[in-house]
T-cell receptor, first 114, second 116 residues
Framework: GDSVTQMEGPVTLSEEAFLTINCTYTATGYPSLFWYVQYPGEGLQLLLKATKADDKGSNKGFEATYRKETTSFHLEKGSVQVSDSAVYFCALRRSGGSNYKLTFGKGTLLTVNP | IAGITQAPTSQILAAGRRMTLRCTQDMRHNAMYWYRQDLGLGLRLIHYSNTAGTTGKGEVPDGYSVSRANTDDFPLTLASAVPSQTSVYFC???????????????FGEGSRLTVL
């Protein structure tokens, strides 16, 4: 079945440091890939997405590139801020049909210190 | 702007009791979902509904039931709560028929349930 594997956290960085959170997936066909973010006490919000190979999703300084050859969708940000402290979830949606469901990774807690 | 409203936000429940978590959306999205979030396990899909009048089982459906009588409401019922159902429950919706928007879920703020 479909699965998403994220690097285990927690990840602790200083402000302005470079961030990478690794995500790899297993799925048949060509899934769409997503990063969701959950700020403390809130529900998840879509951060960025990519729907086909080599697409780059970007938002709020975060980027992730859909790499079909390595089945990866790593999240990066060049300079993190304290306000980026949150839990980040990688997710996939299988392509085609009426399957609207997402499969999520286990989440990675990011803490950014001033 | 409401989006998705969940109730209650928090509840402590005795084992064996029946509990319904409410979820209402005002975006007219066709698809709705219930996830549970547990430390170390991430989000797991309990039940989903692709459109009003239809429901389906997710990854962890046992002990839970749902109904989708109309587009806006998607209640989750625990018929007889057990301690292993202690979790944070998130309702979500998506306009999966919109071109390019499938997979974009909108989440409520969660319902924290403790079963003693």
């Amino acid at each position: 079945g479909d699965s998403v594997t994220q690097m285990e956290g927690p990840v602790t960085l200083s402000e302005e440091a470079f961030l990478t959170i690794n995500c790899t997936y297993t799925a048949t066909g060509y899934p769409s890939l997503f990063w969701y973010v959950q700020y403390p006490g809130e529900g998840l919000q879509l951060l960025l997405k990519a729907t086909k190979a080599d697409d780059k999703g970007s938002n709020k300084g975060f980027e992730a590139t859909y790499r079909k050859e390595t089945t990866s969708f790593h999240l990066e940000k060049g300079s993190v801020q304290v306000s980026d402290s949150a839990v980040y979830f990688c997710a996939l949606r299988r392509s085609g049909g009426s399957n609207y469901k997402l499969t999520f990774g286990k989440g990675t807690l990011l803490t950014v210190n001033p | 702007i409401a989006g998705i409203t969940q109730a209650p936000t928090s509840q402590i429940l005795a084992a064996g009791r029946r509990m319904t978590l409410r979820c209402t959306q005002d975006m007219r999205h066709n698809a709705m979902y219930w996830y549970r979030q547990d430390l170390g396990l991430g989000l797991r899909l309990i039940h989903y509904s692709n459109t009003a009048g239809t429901t389906g089982k997710g990854e962890v459906p046992d002990g839970y039931s749902v109904s989708r009588a109309n587009t806006d409401d998607f209640p989750l019922t625990l018929a007889s709560a057990v301690p292993s159902q202690t979790s944070v429950y998130f309702c979500a919706s998506s306009d999966s028929k919109a071109s390019g928007r499938a997979g974009e879920l909108f989440f409520g703020e969660g319902s924290r349930l403790t079963v003693l």
